[in-house]
């Protein structure tokens, strides 16, 4: 009787952990955390403190996990409504409102001690800026108002790419900017593309998502439209700015080619479903691989092995 009751609490224990777990929406953070990655390796020159990229990638988990639970909290009454989000830890039941905004606080404040006490004050409030937008703009002033929702709101997303420059340079450049302007562009086409999979829940509960609204036509030529401009954004880190070099070129043509490709296939066929779902996992792979391109071009030894094929390019050619 006793070992079953040991078990019987150690299992409730581990289910509770798990709940807390989900109003974090784990599968989103890793994302964010590469931009952060690939911010830090192009703002050190490819020689990153591992002390420091723990730091503020945990710092950066923290608050990620804090802006989802309170938006899982916001979004409790169309989570319920909606078959994809029913069984979320709040709609559910299986964790309360105000446990939830306690455990959202408390991570909020690691994240930003973690940031000013091992990295730096900047880092640590823009941290804080991305829950501040990602809750008051984009969750409850877009979200549900305004087609314009994920556009706008997609700055938050693209928040990590400052907090990682700053963190390491404790200011911000023209760079830092630009990698933030890349991940606020693609964000359109990511998660329409994903809307356009699941708009039928999103027309459900009323939240106007573009394909909602004006339709899937409309929808992937927007798609169409930024995943052209976020591409071209992508080649101005090696001209004018000139903090990347000709491996992460190569790497992001060759993805960026991809990634047109998919969107006019979706041009093509706006109605298929399938299409949508084919752009939308491949936008993700774009992502997480473009910033390894800036890690692996950022990297000494990369720019080393360049710089003697160039010379001895020069001397064939001499």
């Given at each position: ?42 703002a ?27 938006n ?60 501040v ?7 409850h002033?877009l ?37 933030f ?17 699941i ?75 399938n ?44």
């Amino acid at each position: 009787m006793i070992e079953t009751n040991v078990s019987r609490h150690h299992g409730t224990f581990l289910q509770v952990i798990h709940s807390y777990y989900q109003l974090t929406k784990p599968r989103i953070i890793p994302l964010l955390l590469i931009t952060t990655a690939g911010s830090m390796w192009i703002a050190a020159k490819g020689q990153v403190d591992p002390l420091l990229l723990l730091v503020t990638l945990t710092g950066g988990t923290l608050a990620a996990a804090s802006a989802q639970t309170i938006n899982c909290v916001y979004d409790r009454d169309i989570d319920y409504d909606m078959e994809r989000t029913r069984h979320r830890p709040l709609p559910s039941g299986r964790v309360q409102p105000r446990d939830a905004l306690i455990f959202a606080s408390v991570l909020a404040v690691l994240s930003f001690t973690l940031l000013t006490v091992f990295a730096n004050l900047l880092a640590a409030l823009l941290a804080m800026s991305g829950i501040v937008f990602y809750v008051l703009i984009y969750t409850h002033l877009l979200k549900r108002h305004s087609t314009q929702n994920i556009v706008i709101g997609g700055a938050a997303g693209a928040v990590p790419a400052l907090v990682g420059w700053a963190a390491v340079t404790g200011t911000l450049s023209w760079a830092a900017w630009l990698i933030f302007a890349i991940v606020f562009l693609w964000t359109p086409p990511h998660f329409w593309a994903l809307a356009l999979m699941i708009q039928d829940d999103y027309a459900k509960v009323g939240v106007p998502m573009l394909p909602v609204v004006e339709g899937s036509k409309t929808t992937v030529q927007q798609i169409w439209i930024y995943t052209l401009v976020t591409v071209a954004a992508t080649l101005l880190l090696i001209y004018p700015l000139q903090v990347s070099g000709i491996v992460y070129g190569a790497i992001a043509l060759s993805l960026g080619s991809v990634f047109i490709y998919k969107a006019w296939q979706l041009l093509q066929y706006p109605e298929e479903r399938n299409v949508a779902r084919g752009l939308f996992l491949y936008s993700i792979s774009y992502m997480m691989l473009l910033c390894l391109g800036m890690v692996i071009d950022s990297l000494p030894l990369t720019r080393h092995v360049i710089g003697v094929v160039v010379d001895k390019f020069h001397l064939l050619i001499g």
